[in-house]
């Protein structure tokens, strides 16, 4: 991020309060800075001020109408205000008001309008009584002329205090802003995009599908806007590829799991029976083992099946949300390098890459290939067939039928480092100049910079963490495409310019996840410890 270059602003840009949602902390910026990026907005904020654990980002923007332009995109932005002030205490925000400058504030002020004064607190509640204290000290400062109206006034001010997480009743407040409301997020914008493609109204979920509002994030970081083209090499049940649809882009996915595109679940051997079952009905686990308990919840969980088999499978989805005519197409095929049967220009197709790439928890990382007792036995036959050949007199060709022909190929495990170097390859060589790989990348609390995957065409824009439980995690990595691919450069890299180095946190995530293998005897010494 540093070195990206800030568009410069000119003189009549403003100051404003970004006011973030207090979750997802380490997205929030990039989040912002994806936004302004699509939107060509130029930003500037200082980092010197801004502390992680509050929601509050003093910015620069050029404008009103870009605050909200914003915000209509932005999944992470409560509101952005409009700043009168900012103090240390209360009276040196009044000393500040009274020096700003009549001519900046009038229009606001004016008899034909009305206005409300709304007081907010950063880690404290104040009580109606308190609120209109503060209120009325604001009396003596700012020359109000209008009428105070509650329901849709003209101007809304705001009182911000940013104090701290589970503050003590007598704890100051660290800063102190007065602001005045240019726009929410709060049920509109870009944050109402979150209920709208909520996985709770999905037609056809998967046990992968990616809940709405990373789907959006993830959108924004790759720049989707109208016209341009996504791909998803694990495309799953869609739901990474339909915000970026909705925003107009036209999108390719594809997946090695026909059944998972497809939508059609295979047949259970043995069916079950749900006749007796009550969704509503608690479920007495008092004299009962987990195995059971498990059991029980699955055959509940059964009835509801239907959410995970969908005829037309992916196509549902674009289908409800009317964005049909932008997926391009699925394919069911294999995204490494010796399997994927797709080619791209020499400069490049797509304009960005989005992927949760598998990696052995949910869902399993396969591809195309021969296990080792299919290589014995395909030599063996083949010795066979040379040798009957050879004492063959006459050979005789046998009619080639379309269910002769046909061939089921075999897939093997894909390790996840294997599988990132490819994804990171597969981006090099496919993306546009400027173009985006934004991935998934799973790992734990062992986590260093050098475990990420890295390409000598592909920077590092963004890199965030999100805490999964106290020991897992996973973070969003935005690469940007900087230098075209070439076979003599970058056909068989190999070693430290691909990152990964030593053993990476996810090179086993899945034995990790299920606390197996390797990791056995850590949990034994843990418990003798304990």
Same mark, same amino acid.
């Given at each position: ?99 700003? @400058?009549? =001519? ?6 004016? /008899?034909?309008?009305?206005?409300? +004064? $709304? *007081?907010?607190?950063?880690? #404290? ?117 339909? @915000?970026? =649809? ?6 390719? /996915?594809?997946?090695?799991?026909? +059944? $998972? *595109?497809?939508?059609?679940? #295979? ?264």
């Amino acid at each position: 991020e540093q070195d990206r270059k800030q568009q410069p602003l000119d003189s009549t840009s403003k100051t404003y309060l970004c006011y973030f949602y207090h979750s997802r902390d380490s997205f929030r910026i990039p989040d912002l800075e994806a936004v302004c990026t699509l939107l060509n907005i130029p930003l500037e904020y200082d980092l010197t001020t801004f502390d992680p654990k509050h929601p509050f980002l003093v910015v620069r923007l050029p404008s009103d109408e870009a605050c909200k332009q914003i915000a209509e995109r932005a999944v992470l932005v409560k509101g952005l205000f409009e700043v009168w002030g900012e103090g240390t205490s209360y009276d040196d925000l009044y000393s500040k008001l009274r020096s700003k @400058p009549v =001519s900046e504030v009038e229009q606001y002020l004016d /008899g034909t309008s009305t206005f409300r +004064v $709304t *007081v907010d607190a950063f880690g #404290r509640s104040y009580s109606m009584p308190d609120q209109k204290r503060i209120m009325d000290s604001f009396h003596d400062v700012i020359p109000w002329k209008g009428k105070v109206q509650l329901k849709n006034p003209t101007h809304n001010f705001w009182v911000i205090e940013d104090i701290s997480t589970h503050a003590a009743v007598d704890e100051l407040p660290k800063r102190v802003f007065f602001c005045r409301e240019i726009c929410s997020t709060v049920k509109k914008g870009g944050r109402a995009l979150v209920d709208k493609f909520s996985l709770k109204k999905r037609t056809y979920l998967g046990t992968t599908s990616m809940a709405s509002e990373w789907a959006l994030i993830i959108a924004n970081q790759a720049l989707a806007l109208p016209n341009k083209i996504m791909y998803d090499p694990y495309v799953g049940t869609g739901s990474l590829l339909i @915000p970026s =649809s909705y925003f107009g882009s036209f999108c390719l /996915g594809s997946d090695i799991d026909p +059944v $998972t *595109v497809t939508g059609n679940i #295979r047949k259970s051997k043995k069916p079950q029976d749900t006749s007796k079952i009550n969704e509503k009905e608690e479920i007495d686990t008092k004299n009962l083992s987990k195995r059971q308990i498990r059991k029980l919840k699955n055959k509940r969980n059964f009835k509801n099946a239907e959410k995970f088999k969908c005829e037309g499978g992916v196509v549902k989805n674009f289908e409800q949300y009317n964005i049909k005519d932008r997926l391009w197409d699925l394919v069911v095929m294999d995204c490494s390098p010796s399997g994927s049967p797709l080619r791209f220009p020499s400069s490049g197709l797509f304009h960005g890459i989005i992927a949760d790439p598998p990696y052995g928890v949910r869902a399993g990382a396969r591809k195309i290939g021969m296990k080792q007792k299919s290589i014995l036995k395909a030599e063996r036959t083949k010795q066979e067939q040379t040798e009957q050949e050879s004492n063959a007199e006459a050979a005789v060709e046998a009619p080639i039928t379309g269910e002769a022909d046909k061939h089921f190929p075999q897939c093997v495990p894909y390790p996840v480092t294997e599988v990132l170097k490819d994804l990171l390859d597969l981006a090099a060589r496919s993306l546009e100049m400027k173009g985006r790989l934004v991935y998934w990348l799973p790992t734990t609390e062992d986590y260093k910079d050098d475990d990420l995957p890295r390409h000598p065409c592909l920077r590092i824009l963004a890199n965030s963490e999100q805490f999964i439980t106290s020991r897992m995690r996973r973070r969003l990595v935005t690469m940007e495409k900087i230098k075209e691919w070439n076979y003599a450069e970058h056909g068989n890299l190999e070693g430290e310019v691909l990152g990964q180095l030593g053993t990476p946190a996810h090179a086993n995530i899945g034995d990790y996840v299920f606390k197996r293998n390797i990791y056995e005897e850590e949990e034994e010494e843990q418990q003798e410890k304990k």
